[in-house]
């Protein structure tokens, strides 16, 4: 499954030159922001980190701990496959960026923060504090470049991943009956294949980096797309072991297909009514869904406080 090349082909192997408005203009560059307070990246990381703390406390309001206890399991195997699942995608990140910058395992304190704050904070501002991490304390002249080109990639190969699944998946959709709207599904696909196509027509302009590193970065996201679909149902068959692995699978790979369609109403009702297809057992499923939604919510409370706090002392002392 080598979808890198195409997109990537057009790069040069030349190393890779600091972003250029010349060169893409339709993308932001952060040079002038750079230039007019060149000590914005010392005040910007701390406040990220002053924003996840009081955005996990903030959040602690809603936790319910009782029905939290009552639902966890107490399998040492839930727990292992869990905590590698909430990991893989900043490890996944790491890999990347120790092949681009050479960054120590040291810096995924700053990718878990990145992580979380995209998460419990606002989308892509994690990538905001990234850059303005990379610029103090990572040694790289213009990070820029490849953090656009990281994220572009991203969201390139979860649309291929989409478009794939949409093809598999077409005809059970359609034999279901889930209430999808035609109109809507087709002007969801449509706005996948249409920001794919335009990633793909202006790949001259949007990447910075050579070839082989998007070609790199291209399969590692591959890889977390299918490995999160794999752990995503290996932990949903941990907490219901009677259902066939196999329909946990197909019931993963399907929540990442709805996820990633735009312009869907009720994504959790459609899900509900696939896995009530699929399992039979709506009221367990539901609770499943529930266990693993309420887990995720209290791990990233938990590292965006620690990960805040230390993010804080180590602005303050360094």
């Known amino acids: 499954m080598d979808q890198g090349g195409d997109f990537a082909a057009a790069s040069s192997d030349a190393p890779a030159a600091p972003f250029d408005v010349g060169r ?12 007019k307070s060149r000590n914005w990246p010392r005040y910007f990381g701390p406040a990220v980190s002053l924003m996840i703390l009081a955005a996990a406390l903030w959040q602690l309001r809603d936790l319910d701990f009782t ?5 966890i399991p107490t399998s040492p195997l839930f727990w292992l496959v869990f905590v590698i699942a909430y990991f893989q995608a900043p490890f996944s990140e790491w890999i990347m ?8 395992f040291s810096s995924m304190g700053a990718l878990l ?19 303005a991490w990379a610029r103090r304390h990572a040694n790289v002249a213009a990070p820029f470049g490849a953090i656009k080109d990281v994220t572009i990639l991203s969201a390139l190969t979860g649309n291929i991943a989409t478009i794939v699944m949409v093809i598999v998946a077409a005809p059970m959709i359609s034999q279901l009956n889930l209430g999808i709207s035609s109109r809507t599904f087709a002007w969801s696909i449509a706005f ?15 990447f910075t980096l050579p070839r082989a590193e998007l070609l790199f970065v291209t399969n590692v996201h591959i890889a977390r797309i299918i490995s999160y679909a794999f752990l995503s149902a290996l932990l949903w068959h941990l907490i219901l072991p009677g259902v066939n692995f196999t329909y946990w699978l197909l019931l993963a790979t399907m929540r990442q297909l709805l996820s990633r369609l735009p312009f869907m109403p009720n994504k959790d009702v459609i899900f509900v009514s696939l896995a009530t297809f699929f399992v ?31 993010g804080l002392i180590r602005e303050k002392t360094s």
Do not use: C
């Open 24 to 35: 893409a203009a339709h993308i932001i560059d952060p040079k002038p922001l750079v230039e």
């Open 67 to 71: 029905q939290i206890a009552d639902l």
């Open 97 to 104: 960026f120790r092949r681009l910058w050479g960054l120590p």
């Open 113 to 131: 923060r990145k992580f979380v704050s995209n998460e419990i904070l606002l989308g892509y501002l994690g990538e905001v504090y990234f850059y």
């Open 192 to 206: 996948v294949m249409g920001t794919s196509i335009l990633f793909l027509l202006l790949r001259r302009t949007l």
């Open 280 to 310: 039979g057992r709506d009221t367990e499923v539901v609770n499943a869904m529930a266990l693993l939604a309420s887990l995720t919510v209290a791990a990233h409370l938990l590292v965006g406080l620690t990960f805040g706090l230390t």
